[in-house]
């Protein structure tokens, strides 16, 4: 089994590569999801999370409003790290879970969808590592479409993940995604070519 850690920065169009390597035939573990599942209401993590930014961080219903959590963590890097710390160890004892499960599946490539595989050193868990790499300013335009987040937001999220050079110096494969969606099929066809030769 090949496993593939699969990172680009915010905005870059990671979880759409990642969405299409699934259609291929992959086993895709998503960090993002697995963060957002250990912090639903009735959690642990969630209390946690709670007893540590305070009761502003919740939603009326009581969900982790991520927007505002968002506001106070990548404003400090200290919150930051303690949200890391919450949240983190969470996330990898999940993943662990999913990947028992598919090394009992039989698959031949498993990828994991990481944010912030560079910023955490965590290259040396997988076979291969893969960045989806698309121009800041391309980021910047998409995530306050997409998302409607304010673009002084994006620019201080982008300022608090790796840059693109360091991004770039990990990566065993490359997906440009800075052109149109078909553009990205074809790039990720090619991928999936490569990721199965390298699977054996």
Known sequence: MLKVGLTGGIGSGKS???SALSDYGAVVIDADAIAR???EPGTPGLAEVVAEFGEGVLTPEGRLDRPKLGEVVFADENRLARLNEIVHPRVAERSGQLM???LASDARVVVYDVPLLVENGLESLYDVVVVVDTPDRTRIER???DRGMPRDQVRSRIAAQADRE???AAADFVV???GTRE???ERVAELWRR???RAG
Do not use: H, K, W
């Open 16 to 18: 759409a590569v990642s």
């Open 37 to 39: 599942e250990v912090v």
């Open 100 to 102: 028992e499960q598919a």
């Open 143 to 145: 995530v306050s479409r």
């Open 166 to 168: 360091t991004r770039l």
């Open 176 to 178: 440009d995604n800075s």
């Open 183 to 185: 553009e990205l099929r």
């Open 195 to 197: 990721l199965l030769e």
